[in-house]
């Protein structure tokens, strides 16, 4: 019976999961240090599908019974689905993912003090969360900023020194972390605010995680020299299988996919290794043929919109000239003066635009030349293009 996970699938069985051996061994022997009081600070990064959230969930699932572990998303966080993310709205959406870990450990005496120092300190509520029957508050105060923080960013010492004979420490996941862009100017104020706390905390580590690569410009405000955490944080880039891995997972995961040589090094070149990518398209394929090179290529262009669904999405959301200058570097990389002049505008104009999609992660800028990101994206555009002769532009 094949048990292969849809790429969508953010968390997986014990039979869906594959590899990563070294990857887990590593972050879990740095986060059980965690108990000895010596917390490390950990930023997890990687291409986005690459698995990064399906990895840190199986392993804080694996260190739940000995530590309090808590996985927060920040894209979840109320106030950036709104699209204004704000420190306020950050602290409300840890706090309540903080109560909902709380309620799963039953740790109801903590509750019983989160309600009486509610009662005495002058926030303002919003819901009440029901944790077995005890009331506890979840606060909203867009005036008291510094004593919210404050109030929550010590929870995860708190719930650690209240509960040692039942944790060996807190451990917790904050993933994507890449919202915190949205912040804008005060990205740099809230990192540094973040470090003060962490660091004056025992048996409490963090982990960040995010659709980030090595090189992108947040990387360097956190762990670059001058960054907030200025070389203090363990850095861990997750890679995409290789060629050997994607193949032994096939094999063991859909048996019924039978590929001839050409074909699988046509899949992989389709992929790029990425678990989303092999997943989605892999689901998608035809069962016990025989799957060549020319098979292989025609089945990529007729699940393309499947494949690119989430890019689909992401590209209606940009703006016109946005989507422009994607359509200028499917040509290959382009320096922004390049660009400029192919579109007929300034290159200062282009500043905001491209600085936007890097943060989006659609375009990287590398050795002074601007690339699609997504080659992904890049297939589906071309494929839009050859089939309509027009790109998909949005309509104005």
Not at 212 to 235: H, P, Y
Request: glycine share 6%.
């Amino acid at each position: 019976m094949e048990d292969m996970a849809w790429g969508t699938d953010a968390e997986l069985t014990d039979e869906q999961f594959y590899n990563r051996e070294q990857e887990i061994v590593v972050l879990k022997a740095v986060l059980e240090s965690t108990a000895s009081g010596s917390s490390p600070t950990i930023m997890v990064t990687g291409i986005r599908g690459i698995g990064k959230t399906v990895l840190l969930k199986k392993i804080i699932k694996e260190l739940k019974d000995d530590y309090f572990t808590c996985y927060i998303d920040l894209s979840a966080t109320s106030s950036y689905q709104m699209g204004k993310l704000t420190e306020t709205g950050i602290m409300e959406h840890l706090y309540e993912s903080f109560m909902e870990e709380y309620q799963d450990k039953k740790f109801f005496s903590t509750f019983k003090k989160l309600s009486k120092y509610f009662r005495t300190k002058d926030f303002s509520l919003g819901d009440i969360l029901d944790a077995g029957g005890i009331p506890v508050p979840i606060p909203r105060s867009v005036n008291n900023y510094k004593k919210l923080s404050s109030f929550v960013m010590d929870l995860p010492q708190v719930i650690y020194q209240e509960h040692q004979d039942q944790v060996k420490g807190t451990i917790l996941v904050i993933d994507e972390f890449q919202v915190l862009k949205d912040l804008g100017d005060r990205l740099e104020t809230f990192l540094w605010y973040l470090r003060s706390v962490i660091q004056s905390q025992k048996n409490v580590t963090y982990v960040f995680s995010g659709s980030l690569t090595s090189s992108d410009l947040i990387i360097s405000k956190i762990a670059g020299a001058d960054g907030a955490f200025g070389g203090r944080m363990l850095n861990v880039e997750v890679h995409p299988f290789s060629k050997s891995t994607v193949k032994n997972y096939l094999k063991d995961k859909s048996p019924s996919l039978i590929f001839d040589e050409s074909g699988f090094e046509r899949f992989y070149q389709c992929t790029k290794g990425i678990p989303f990518y092999v997943n989605t398209f892999a689901k998608l394929l035809e069962r016990d043929v025989q799957l060549d090179q020319e098979k292989v290529k025609d089945e990529f262009q007729r699940t393309l919109p499947y494949l690119a669904i989430h890019l689909i999405n992401q590209w209606s959301r940009i703006t016109l000239q946005e989507q422009k200058i994607i359509t200028q570097l499917l040509e290959g990389p382009m320096r922004r003066k390049d660009i400029s002049q192919n579109l007929g505008v300034t290159s200062g104009s282009l500043s905001k635009p491209l600085s936007k999609l890097q943060d989006t992660g659609l375009v990287k800028l590398e050795e002074n030349h601007y690339l699609i990101s997504e080659p992904i994206l890049e297939a589906w555009l071309k494929k839009e293009y050859n089939e309509k002769r027009v790109y998909p532009f949005r309509s104005m």
